[in-house]
């Protein structure tokens, strides 16, 4: 195992070997693979990155994994309910641009401390509130948000920094893995310890532990000191002239640029553009999906007389352990799948990438209509559908990153990875649970008050993923129109 671990990391420790030999004149000599060697270093930030993104995502699912608690809890109706996730998603969209700018300009490790201690820092605190106050309860949603935004927007620059283009996409698709990964793992959490407990409270209490050990191996094994690569400082290290990115005239003088000029910069960018609306349509569905599936799939269970109502805490929490478990697995073999194929197909055809994610958001779409349409009849074959919906909504996850990274040049992938997130949400799940919840209630008081209704009117209101997915995936495809000129730019 150690001599196949020597083979993967060497290639990686030649490049740093190469550069230090070549800034004095020297040749490369013959390496072998030290615990203390950059390879191995890169390779524990990278997993110390990985944990945090799966503690992130842990605390995006909580809420979901408990809904019915809550929402009995505090005597929310469906639109109360998913204002929840909608506040939580505001204040994460509205941070990232910020954090963003900070990033491409300050030190991103201590942003990232900053960010996982205060977020773990509210979700403890949230975990005491009481029942009389509803709104401080919202607003602690909404501050984790803003914690939250600090990693999802830097993290992925820091693997950026750390890995030439060839390496990058393996493992910003390990790093991708973990948003699936930790979403399941969060409905698995939240409802265990729901049930254990009989106190839905005791399921924020866990993951600021987490958040803690997270603080701890970033501040040991993530380097603080990252030299930023740019297309420049690439060229330089290949041509053996030894000048790095802060030695070179111009080059660190390029990273001064204002929030504006970026801005403007990157909308004139059409891969950019159309596949951050690509993104948005597929956060949408994403979004709805996680904050009402487990509540569709209790209702379609009372129609068909499977599961009795819940009428006191704590309630059947088996539908966010199977959506939790499907959402792992499916999230694992998705991220994979995907970042396999682009690997392969990029290959033989550059506008691979994009291709890969339109096909994806189409069968997503179609896949998920077929989950509302079996509902009502087959709990079995609703399951089934809505497992193959994730798994192709999860193929996307890396390779849209991916697509980001080299349509955009270096010294603005923090503030592009902002930007979109910004984006995707504003028009993504910022505003999708809560419309879910919106409909599903105007299509209730049309009728009177019944399981069956209950059920119809979230269905309905479901369907409207479907639609967005499609929408999705034809964005991708006018990313594929434009994404050759826009790297060649980037590189330029």
């Known amino acids: 195992a150690q001599e196949n671990t020597d083979l993967q990391l060497q290639p990686l420790l030649e490049r740093h070997n190469y550069r230090a030999a070549a800034g004095h004149g020297a040749q490369c000599p013959a390496v072998s693979v030290p615990r203390n060697s950059p390879a191995v270093r890169d390779c524990l930030a990278v997993a110390v990155l990985c944990f945090g993104n799966l503690i992130n995502f842990m605390d995006w699912s909580i809420v979901p994994g408990i809904l019915l608690e809550i929402q009995k809890y505090f005597g929310l109706n469906d639109g109360k309910t998913g204002l929840l996730q909608t506040v939580f998603t505001l204040c994460y969209m509205l941070a990232a641009p910020i954090f963003g700018y900070l990033g491409d300009r300050y030190n991103r490790t201590i942003l990232l401390g900053a960010g996982i201690l205060f ?25 984790v948000g803003i914690g939250t935004a600090s990693y999802s927007t830097i ?7 750390l890995f030439e283009e060839g390496r990058r996409t393996t493992v910003l698709s390990i790093f991708y893995i973990f948003i699936p ?16 407990t009989g106190d839905w409270h005791w399921a924020f209490r866990v993951t600021p532990c987490m958040g803690g050990l997270a603080l701890v191996l970033l501040l040991l094994l993530v380097p603080h000191r990252i030299q930023r690569r740019t297309a420049r400082h690439r060229a330089l290290s290949i041509s053996g002239t030894g000048q790095g990115e802060d030695e070179t005239p111009g080059v660190h003088r390029t990273a001064k640029t204002t929030l504006c000029q970026d801005v403007g910069s990157l909308a004139k960018n059409c891969s950019f553009v159309w596949s951050s609306l690509g993104l948005a349509a597929m ?26 109502p819940c009428l006191q805490e704590p309630c059947n929490s088996s539908n966010s352990l199977i959506f939790g478990a499907i959402t792992i697995g499916t999230g694992i073999l998705g991220v994979t799948a995907g970042a396999e194929a682009a690997r392969r197909l990029r290959k033989i055809y550059n506008k691979a990438d994009p291709l890969i994610c339109a096909t994806s958001m189409f069968s997503s779409a179609l896949c998920l209509y077929a989950a509302l349409m079996v509902a009502q009849t087959n709990i079995l074959s609703t399951f089934i559908f809505i497992a193959f919906g994730e798994l192709f909504l999860s193929v996307n996850w890396a390779v849209v990153t991916d697509i980001l990274l080299y349509v955009v040049t270096p010294r603005r992938q923090s503030t592009a990875i902002a930007l979109q997130i910004l984006l995707s ?15 599903s209630n ?18 309905s209101s479901f369907a409207i993923c479907a639609f967005v997915g499609a929408f999705g995936g034809a964005f991708f495809l006018l990313t594929a129109l434009y994404i050759e000129g826009d790297r060649r730019e980037a590189e330029r």
């Open 119 to 143: 977020w773990s820092a509210v979700t403890l605190g949230s975990s005491f509130i009481t029942q009389s106050y509803y709104r401080i309860f919202v607003l602690s949603r909404g501050l």
């Open 155 to 161: 993290a992925p620059t820091i693997i950026a920094d």
């Open 181 to 196: 990964v930790g979403s399941g793992c969060g409905y698995v959490l939240a409802a265990v310890m729901a049930k254990s």
């Open 283 to 308: 956060a949408f569905v994403t979004g709805a999906l996680g904050v009402w599936v487990p509540l569709f799939l209790d209702r379609a269970q009372l129609v068909q007389g499977i599961v009795p």
């Open 425 to 439: 949400h504003l028009l993504g799940d910022a505003g999708s649970p809560y419309l879910i919840g919106a409909v």
């Open 442 to 459: 105007a299509l209730q008081a049309r009728g009177s008050p019944s399981f069956q209704s209950s059920f119809q009117s979230i269905q």
